[in-house]
């Protein structure tokens, strides 16, 4: 059970655009920047976002994020065949002193 | 631009004790957080233990009695050990490096495979 909460699976056609939630609590995402990754199997995952709607260089900025209150998002616009893959976000927990994942949800280009 | 391998064994048996090893290149160890990740089949990511460059060390409550996380500067590398493992920790092991200290992991290693079994 992951303490951010997110949905199993998500789609879309080519060009759609795609949201993914992240839920969260106050000793994580309510005080804390949130990060997203791009997960494809076999490779180590890519950080997408960082703090809550930054992206690293070389991300395409078809990819957003966005945070309000203990929840968070990332959408996925002009959907494209090579974003199918695992996005998971993730926070620092301040209880855990520690980072904290959400399960992850699947993105598949319909 | 840093990159992370982790290497050790890729079987082990039931109530042994799991190592790993990560290695540094293309920057220096001392400085960010560096973090041992996993995966089991099927399930999502687990962050498992941090450690700064200066020893500073923080564990998983779920994990912290079985796993000690160590780093050598002179060596580039920081290490994982997890003991009295069983078919539950059989996942995919990442080392990880933390940019901010935020679980903002900007640098991965490609994962090994980790199965528990006798």
């Known amino acids: 059970q992951s303490v951010l909460t997110q949905p199993p699976s998500a789609s879309g056609t080519p060009g759609q655009r795609v949201t993914i939630s992240c839920s969260g609590s106050?000793?994580?995402?309510?005080?804390?920047?949130v990060n997203w990754f791009q997960h494809l199997p076999g490779t180590a995952p890519k950080l997408l976002i960082y703090?809550?709607?930054q992206r690293p260089s070389g991300v395409p900025d078809r990819f957003s994020g966005s945070k309000s209150g203990t929840s968070a998002s990332l959408a996925i616009s002009g959907l494209q065949s090579e974003d199918e893959a695992d996005y998971y976000c993730a926070a620092w927990d301040d209880s855990l002193n520690g980072p904290v994942f959400g399960g992850g949800t699947k993105v598949t280009v319909l | 631009q840093v990159q992370l391998q982790e290497s050790g064994p890729g079987l082990v048996k039931p109530s042994e004790t799991l190592s790993l090893t990560c290695n540094v290149s293309?920057?220096?160890?001392?400085?960010?957080?560096w973090s041992w990740i996993r995966q089991p089949p099927g399930k999502g990511l687990e962050w498992i233990a941090y450690?700064?460059?200066?020893?500073?060390?923080n564990y998983n409550p779920s994990l912290k009695s079985r796993v000690t996380v160590s780093v050598d500067t002179s060596k580039n590398q920081f290490s994982l050990k997890l003991n009295s493992v069983t078919a539950a920790d059989t996942a995919v092991y990442y080392c990880a490096r933390d940019h901010y200290g935020e679980g903002d992991f900007d640098s991965w290693g490609q994962g090994t495979l980790v199965t528990v079994s006798s």
């Open positions: 106050s000793s994580n995402i309510g005080s804390e920047t």
């Open positions: 450690i700064y460059y200066s020893g500073r060390i």
């Open positions: 293309g920057g220096s160890i001392s400085s960010y957080y």
């Open positions: 703090s809550n709607n």
